[in-house]
Structures are given as structure tokens and as C-alpha cells.
């Protein structure tokens, strides 16, 4: 995949950061102008200005914007990010789907290139990008929400001549390069995080998906998917062909014979111990399905779509050896069956979607796509439970689901993922409204709700729950992703409060507890993150590592060390890629380990983990291990400080006992 270069990276860079500023200024003037944030209307307003101010702040208090009940005066902060996020985003996606000739003109059905859209628009008396931004709408409806109050608000006309100067000023390969869009959302929220982490305040709903986002280099994606699903492939390639696996003088001869399609395994590792044939370093994931039309994988904490995205052409080729599809079917099969998403923000989902899209459409041309299975998990349920239960019409089943939903998902905007529907009795009573059942039934009350904007907004965000609670009552052959890290310290008293009560032995970091979700949405799958490495070593880890040694199957950990991602420099990220499968370990249970934490650069990294020697370690060693651990040594037969000396102190200055 073709990859952004560092220049062009910066001007990007530097864009997006320009054009939030310039975006969230117009858009706080013209929702000051529609008086949304005053008690009243302006007197000047026309009967279509009022009522656009009225669903406006219906949708502001559902993003959870404040209304004075005694003023009548409401905050919009909220509002002015969603506003100034969705304008510039609009434009955004359409000049990407122009450069890749993907912008559709309606009329006609095909295709149109940027130099047609501009004389289009020529004819049309109107800016290209204007109409480039409209046709990108109609194309994406699923991603752009056609009644979407914010859209129907009118920058200034100075914020739209700026923005559309921002945007026509980056170069046409931006839009071409396979990892812009990830960047995009990065660079957006870039400043917002450095204002959080200045503050030093303990992050809750609002700050984390500023924190927590951070892009995942291509080499990572990669090494976790090739030891997963190439993993899975080739052990099926092996069994079929036996004596290929005695036969094949090393790596690189075996990765050429179980290519898939165009896909070549360039981090698949083999390993061959003594007096047995060649098998897949990670193992071969008995326990998942035996073909790819079952498969489920699933990126939790999907960003931007990165893994989705790199998922896709690998399960598209699978599926086209396997059932003989074109390429188009297999695509519309896999966005089906097999691809998964969910994503705290709302505003990262939107740009996941739009990544997945782009991708299919490239890979098989423009055309309806099915309903991409992508899920916000951090909606917040906004308004009145009373209101939520308004929306069943006197059905008892859709009743009884919504006010599960409700109960369900009022943490979900610190929780994302972790909300777990299928906790205690939960579980049993979503089974009388089942999530097949509550959708349509939703879509009819929707239909119901148009002059009650109270009620559309609340049941547009209930429909929304309900996607991402069918998603995450599901289980998963692959739950692969990047975590969010966040340590302990930092966390707000209500995110501590759930770690404690769920996941005790990961609660030092929201990294962790994420990785104890993701087997436990694998659910005899397997769970492979980008995660910190100090959870392999720290005593605070102790119990985690025992339980995980003991209950779970360790397929492959590889250790990056510092300089892993290459716009973050020193030691403040400093990372392992791990894969764990959830099936209680054998005696034999091996697991490939690699430690590429000494290498100094990302290219010596990569060499480190696609072509070094593979070692194997015993799962069992571990067990020996001081605090169980995870070590990539033999150190269980090394001689140990204890032996020779006694500690009494850690690392400290010299002159404590003096001040």
C-alpha cells in the first residue's frame, strides 16, 4: 500500500489543524446568528431559521450541550465541534473521492474527474468543491446523515473561501496515499490533546478520544494479520499439501506457496524445530471456523479503520479462492459477513466508514455497498430515560429493549467497547427484543418522530446504540486493534471505579483492560493488539500475566522498544504486538517471541520481526518466571540477584536520609 511521505504528511498536517480553527470560529458565528445558544430566536429569524434552531438545539443537548432551564440559555461548545467537524469532513471525503475518480454524478450514473466536476460546476454557476461536497452527501448516506441539522446551517462565507483555500491547496498524492485518512483524524485532534495533557486533569468521556488516538504504522497492522489469518490460511495450504511443509528449503519459499490471491505474507513467520515439518510460528487457530465464509473479525477500537482496511483485500482474496467469486461479490461478502468495527467516537467512526468505502471501491469499482457493519460504541443516550421510552408506541418489546439499551449504554461514552451487553441479567432480558427486532421497529418510530425533534434526535442516537449493542453481543474468530493507553493515574474516578469492579488484575492501564475485553469478546478466537510492553515485566502486571499464563494460549509476542511509530520520538511509547488465544494452554504450548527492542530504527525493526531467527518459548517456562514475567530469554535457567544478594531498595537518590 502506498504510504504518505513525511512532507506531504506535514502539509497535511498543518492544514487540518488550520482548518478545525478556522471551521469551529465559523461555525460558533453562525450558530450564534441562528440565536442557538440564546433564550429566544432573534426577531429578524424566519419560520425556517426557528425551526432549524429548534433541531438544533434538540441535537446539541443529545451531544450534551447544557440548556439553563431557568434562562433558556443553552451551551453549544458541542455543537460548534460537530458543526465545524462535519463541514470541513464533507469537503473533505469529496475531494478524496474526486482524486480517486470515485465521485459519482447522479444523473447519469458514472463516474466524474475533478477537471469534469470543475467544468460542471462551471456550468452550474458554483464552486467545484461545492458541488463536489453535495454529490459526496448523496453518495454516502450512511456515513453523512441526511437530516443532519448541522449541515443545514451556512458557514460564513469567509470560512468557506478560507477552508476551500485549505483544501485546494494540498497536493492531488494526499488523497491517493492508502494512510491519509488515518493521519486525518490524528492531526485533527492533535491540538485538543496537547491542551488535555498540558492540563494535567484526569480524563473522563470528553477528553478521552482526544488522548487515546494514535495512528498504527502499516508494519503493525500487518504482523498481527499475517500471524493470524495468514497464520490460519497457511496451516489450511499445509495440511492440504504435506510434503510442501517437509519440502520447503525456508521462509520466504513457504510464504510464496500459501499466497492468497495478490496477498504475499511478508510477516508471516515459520518455524521448523528439530525432526518435524515446517508449521506457522503463531500457530494455526484450531478452534476458529474451517473457512473464511464464517469468520468474524473485529477491531474494537477501530480509529480510523486502518485494520479494516488492511483486513478487507486479505478476506477478499480468501473468499475467492474458497467459493470461486468475482472480485465485486467476495468484496460485498466480506463488508457482510465477515468485517467488523467499533469505535468510541462517533466522528473516528464516520471516518472508518468513509475509509472502508474508499477501499472497497477502489479494489472493485463505485457501487452501492452493503451496509458496512461499523458501530459508534460511545453514544451517549443524552436525553430522558422517559423520552427514550416514548419512542416504542405502546410496544411492550420494543419498550422492554429500549430501557435495557438505556440502562446498558449510560457509561458508554468513557466506556466504548468495554460496555458489555451481554453482562449479568442484561443478556436474558434483550432476548424478548431481540437487536433484528428493536432496528425496524426503530425505523418505524423514527418515522413517527419528525415533528418532535426532541424525540428524532433520541431516537436517532437510540438506533445508533442499538447497531453497536448487536455488534458487541456478538463473538469473533479475530478481535484485533490498537488499544487506547492510558495509565491508571490519569483515569477519571468513574473509569477506575469499572476496572475495578470488572477487570481487577488489568486495571493499571486502560491498555490492559482493553486486551482482557478483547479475548473475552474472542470468545475461543483469538484477541491480537498493538498494546505497552511494560505489562509483560511490571510487578503491578503480576496477576494479570498469572492468570493469562494459566487460562489463556500465548501465540506471538514480539517487543518493539522505543522509536516504533515514526512521529513520536523518545521512549514515551514503547510497545509489543501480541497475539493471545483464548483456550486454556497445553503443556507443549509454544509461542513465537521476537525482541526488536533494541534495534534502533523502524526499518531495523521490521527486519527484526519479518526476518530474524524464529525462537520459540514455552509457554509453561513462564510460569517460573519471578511475577510470572513474560520474558524472551531463557531466564528461568539463569541464576538470579536473590541468589547473591538481598534488595532493600529500588532505584532512589543517595542522599534521602540527609533532607
Known amino acids: ?118 467544468e460542471l460546476a462551471r456550468d452550474k454557476n458554483q464552486d467545484w468543491l461545492e458541488l463536489a461536497s453535495s454529490l459526496a452527501v448523496r453518495m454516502l448516506p450512511h456515513i453523512f446523515r441526511p437530516d443532519d441539522p448541522v449541515l443545514q446551517v451556512s458557514l460564513p462565507p469567509e470560512t ?4 476551500e483555500d ?45 488522548v487515546t488516538q494514535l495512528f498504527t504504522e502499516d508494519y503493525m497492522v500487518e504482523f498481527l494479520l499475517h500471524n493470524t489469518l495468514g497464520a490460519w490460511w497457511s496451516g489450511k495450504v499445509l495440511a492440504a499439501n504435506p510434503e510442501l511443509a517437509t519440502s520447503a528449503k525456508d521462509e520466504d519459499e513457504l510464504r510464496a506457496a500459501c499466497a492468497v490471491g495478490n496477498i504475499t505474507w511478508t510477516y508471516l513467520r515459520f518455524v521448523r524445530e528439530e525432526g518435524e515439518p515446517w508449521r506457522p510460528a503463531a500457530g494455526v487457530f484450531p478452534h476458529w471456523s474451517k473457512s473464511a465464509t464464517k469468520l468474524k473479525v473485529l477491531d474494537p477500537c477501530c480509529g480510523s479503520g486502518h485494520f479494516m482496511v488492511f483486513a478487507l483485500p486479505i478476506l477478499i482474496a480468501m473468499r475467492m479462492e474458497e467459493e470461486n467469486l468475482s472480485t465485486q461479490d467476495a468484496c460485498d461478502a466480506v463488508l457482510r459477513d465477515n468485517l467488523f468495527g467499533l469505535e468510541l467516537d462517533s466522528r473516528c467512526t464516520q471516518i472508518a466508514a468513509f475509509n472502508l468505502a474508499l477501499a472497497a471501491w477502489k479494489a472493485t469499482g463505485y457501487r452501492t455497498l452493503p451496509r458496512l457493519q461499523i458501530a459508534c460504541s460511545g453514544l451517549s443516550v443524552g436525553a430522558s430515560k422517559e423520552r427514550w421510552l416514548k419512542l416504542a408506541k405502546g410496544s411492550p418489546k420494543l419498550e422492554g429493549g429500549l430501557a435495557r439499551l438505556y440502562d446498558t449504554f449510560q457509561q458508554a461514552p468513557i466506556l466504548g467497547s468495554l460496555t458489555d451487553p451481554r453482562a449479568g441479567e442484561v443478556e436474558n432480558a434483550l432476548i424478548h427484543a431481540t437487536f433484528d427486532e428493536l432496528r425496524p421497529l426503530l425505523d418505524q418510530a423514527l418515522a413517527a418522530t419528525t415533528q418532535d425533534d426532541e424525540a428524532h434526535e433520541a431516537g436517532v442516537t437510540a438506533r445508533g446504540v442499538v447497531d453497536a449493542a448487536r455488534l458487541l453481543m456478538q463473538e469473533y474468530h479475530l478481535v484485533c ?47 491480537a493488539a498493538v498494546l505497552p510492553h511494560n505489562w509483560l515485566f511490571l510487578n503491578s502486571y503480576s496477576k494479570l500475566r498469572r492468570n493469562l499464563i494459566h487460562e489463556q494460549t500465548f501465540n506471538a509476542v514480539a517487543r518493539l522498544g522505543a522509536g516504533a511509530f515514526e512521529t513520536i520520538t523518545g521512549e514515551v511509547v514503547n510497545v509489543a504486538l501480541c497475539i493471545i488465544s483464548d483456550s486454556i494452554p497445553t503443556k507443549d504450548s509454544k509461542f513465537l517471541g521476537v525482541d526488536a527492542s533494541v534495534c534502533k530504527t523502524i526499518v531495523e525493526k521490521i527486519d527484526a520481526i519479518s526476518s530474524s531467527q524464529c525462537m520459540l518459548f514455552r509457554q509453561e517456562e513462564q510460569r517460573e518466571n519471578p511475577d510470572y514475567a513474560i520474558t524472551l530469554l531463557p531466564t528461568s535457567k539463569l541464576a538470579r540477584l536473590s541468589e547473591f544478594a538481598d534488595v532493600v531498595q529500588g532505584m532512589g537518590t543517595t542522599d534521602n536520609p540527609q533532607y
Open 1 to 118: 500500500m502506498a504510504s504518505l511521505d513525511r512532507t506531504l504528511r506535514r502539509g497535511l498536517e498543518n492544514t487540518v489543524k488550520q482548518a478545525r480553527r478556522v471551521a469551529e470560529a465559523g461555525a460558533r458565528k453562525a450558530l450564534e446568528s441562528l440565536a442557538v445558544h440564546h433564550h429566544e430566536p432573534h426577531s429578524s429569524m424566519s419560520a425556517e431559521q426557528r425551526a432549524l434552531r429548534n433541531r438544533l438545539r434538540a441535537h446539541g443537548r443529545q451531544l450534551g450541550d447544557q440548556r439553563d432551564d431557568k434562562r433558556g440559555t443553552q451551551t453549544i461548545t458541542r455543537l460548534v465541534g460537530e458543526c465545524a467537524y462535519e463541514h470541513w469532513h464533507r469537503m473533505l471525503f469529496a475531494r478524496f473521492l474526486a482524486e480517486n475518480d470515485l465521485l459519482i454524478e447522479p444523473q447519469t450514473g458514472v463516474a466524474i474527474t475533478l477537471a469534469e466536476c470543475q
Open 160 to 163: 468557506r473561501s478560507e477552508l
Open 166 to 210: 485549505l483544501l485546494k491547496a494540498l497536493s492531488p498524492d494526499v488523497f491517493l496515499a492508502d494512510d491519509s485518512l488515518g493521519w486525518v483524524y490524528q492531526f485533527w485532534q492533535a491540538e485538543q490533546k496537547d491542551a488535555v495533557n498540558k492540563s494535567e486533569k484526569k480524563i473522563g468521556a470528553d477528553e478521552l478520544p482526544a
Open 481 to 527: 486493534t490498537n488499544v487506547p493507553y492510558l495509565g491508571r493515574v490519569g483515569q477519571s474516578p468513574k473509569l477506575r471505579d469499572w476496572s475495578d469492579r470488572y477487570y481487577p488484575d488489568a486495571k493499571q492501564d486502560l491498555a490492559t483492560v482493553f486486551l482482557r475485553r478483547c479475548i473475552t469478546l474472542s470468545a475461543g478466537g483469538a484477541a
